[in-house]
């Protein structure tokens, strides 16, 4: 039996189907038009939280950040707040590992202890309050001032609010940007952060040695380590320190983090290491932050020697941050 079509039932169907892809919208325009969903940063844009956590953003146009590598601070991002660590990190979504742009900075504190406020120890300690940072594949530019600049170029990049169990602020100024913004990052992120307390060695030399060490697992293909401790030296003679990072789950022992530190590994960008020593009998600190590659386990530890060298009371405290 032979079907037929009736020609008339044909051009209906034919101009039907030909109303409905003119009146449908072409996936290309569709997207071409749709709105970023990412928030835009500003010339000051200010996270507030009260936990760790982190945000998707859009830069829109090339912007400048003032810093200074060989100072190891910016004084584009300003705190406030308690927290041992407080602080964000800003890394760029494109990229490879050796290509990848990245910010942190942090305010420390020697207190050891959750949500202390910098400034309120007594004796007065030296690492309290004081800010670090480090930065790694930015351009970096001269300016006509005494500061330097890194360029971000436009685009997308993961913000991070680092806070300690408090609520705090931290805002992050940009050159080239304008307006002024608030973000509440909604992604919480798995910091972890240790107080441990150092144990003093005396050793042959008649020096004695200080040394404490932690370990953690990042979650992250890309995180931040960060270290603080207080410590004090009756005379300054002779003295030393390190801090040292390792990755895998076989560190030194508490107290086997070696002068030089002897295994220390995997470090993308140099530690930013300071060692602060204000003479005679006053409280001495150092501190550090790097960048790191590995969803693996990292052991931070840190090791100081000197004859006249007396342990602090207050714990060193370690950080890992996954930032991407």
Known sequence: ?????????????????????????SAVAAKSKAPSREPILAAKTTLRGDHTARIRVRIPRQATLQYRSAM?????????????????????????????QW???????????????????????????????????????????????????????????????????????LDGLTGKTTLS???????????????????????????????????????????????????????????????????PPNGQYLPGCVGDDRVVSPPSFIILQQGVNVPSGSYGIAFVIGKQTWSQGFWAAGASLIQSSKPATFLWLPIN
């Open 1 to 25: 039996m032979t079907t037929r079509f009736n020609p008339l039932v044909r051009q209906l169907v034919a101009a039907a189907l030909l109303l409905a892809a003119l009146s449908a919208p």
């Open 72 to 100: 190891s601070w910016s004084p584009a991002v300003t705190v406030s707040g308690p927290g041992r660590f407080v602080g964000l990190a800003i890394i760029r979504v494109t990229g490879n590992a050796a290509t990848r």
């Open 103 to 173: 910010f942190a900075q942090t305010r420390v504190t020697g207190c050891g202890t959750r949500n202390c406020m910098p400034g309120r120890s007594t004796p007065p300690d030296i690492v309290d309050g004081q800010l670090i940072a480090a930065a790694t594949g930015f351009p970096e530019t001269t300016g006509k001032t005494e500061w330097d600049h890194l360029v971000f170029p436009a685009g997308e990049y993961d913000l991070t609010l680092i806070a300690d169990a408090a609520t705090v602020s931290v805002t992050l100024s």
């Open 185 to 251: 990052p909604p992604t919480a992120v798995g910091a972890v952060s240790q107080s441990v307390s150092p144990s003093l060695l005396p050793t042959p030399l008649a020096a004695n040695e200080l040394s404490a060490g932690a370990q953690s697992t990042l979650t992250s293909n890309f995180g931040v380590v960060v270290f603080a401790i207080s410590y004090r030296f009756t005379v300054r003679v002779g003295d030393l320190s390190n801090w040292c990072l390792f990755s895998g789950t076989h560190p």
